[in-house]
C-alpha cells in the first residue's frame, strides 16, 4: 500500500513518477509523426494498385519493416495514452487495474497480429490455412 497523500498549500504534492512514462510517450509521438507521413503517401501511391501490386510492395523489405515498425510504436504509444486516461479517471483500485491490464493485453495482441500479418504478406504467404 502506498504512503498517504501529501500535500502543501492544499495542493498535492507530486509523487515524482511518471515522468519516464511521459519522456517515452513523447519520443513515441516522434517517431509516429515521420511514420504517419510515410502511411499517409504509401495509401495514396497504393490506391487502385492490383492485389500483386500490394503484395510487390510488401515484398520490398523496408516498406515491410517501416510497416511493422509503424504497427508496433502505434500500439505502444496507444497503450500509453490509454492508461493516462484511466489513471485521471478511474479511482476505484480494482477497476484501474483492471483496466490497465485489459489495455495492456489488447495492445500486446493488436501489436503481435499487426506484425504477424505484416510478415505473411512480406512473406507471399497471404491465405490463411484452413479453418483459421
Known sequence: ?????????????????????????????????????????????????SHDGVLAWFANGLNATLAAVTAVVFFGFASLAWKVIVEDYIHRPGNKALLLGLINIVCLLLAAASVFFIVRLATGSVPLPAGV
Open 1 to 49: 500500500m502506498s504512503a498517504p497523500a501529501r500535500f502543501k498549500n492544499r495542493v498535492k504534492v507530486s509523487e515524482r513518477h511518471g515522468a519516464g512514462e511521459w519522456a517515452i510517450e513523447k519520443v513515441a509521438l516522434l517517431i509516429l509523426m515521420p511514420l504517419a507521413l510515410w502511411v499517409a503517401s504509401t495509401a495514396l501511391t497504393l490506391t487502385g494498385v
